[in-house]
């Protein structure tokens, strides 16, 4: 993701994507359904019902799909928790996704009229 990463420049801006959100740690079948509020670079910001919030911390290692009720079409990726920001809603940064699923996701952020900042990290 690294490589990608810096060929794909870190989006410097935060838009609301309101988009379901399905997230479970590797390997479990137990998944949590949140909905995003906002993409700033990798991070994405979830939140859901106070009462579900998974017990993930730092060294968990997530399954994560992004749908896009528009077109029908979901993105995989795997993200790292980084953060929680209050009961129900939390941080999560996206840190390998696919090719197919990368251009997918930029496609999205066009459609919101971003533009990637070719800034490496």
Request: no cysteine.
């Amino acid at each position: 993701m690294r490589r990608e990463a810096m060929y794909l420049g870190h989006p410097r801006v935060t838009f609301p994507l309101g988009a379901k959100i399905e997230v479970q740690s590797i390997g479990s079948g137990a998944k949590y359904t949140m909905r995003s509020e906002s993409l700033q670079g990798w991070d994405l910001m979830v939140s859901g019902s106070p009462d579900q919030r998974p017990g993930y911390n730092r060294l968990s290692l997530l399954e994560l799909w992004i749908e896009d009720a528009v077109n029908g079409r979901r993105i995989f990726g795997f993200a790292k928790f980084v953060q929680a920001l209050s009961p129900g809603s939390f941080i999560l940064r996206i840190i390998e996704i696919d090719v197919q699923n990368r251009d997918y996701l930029q496609e999205l952020m066009h459609q919101f009229s971003i533009t990637p900042t070719e800034d490496a990290v």
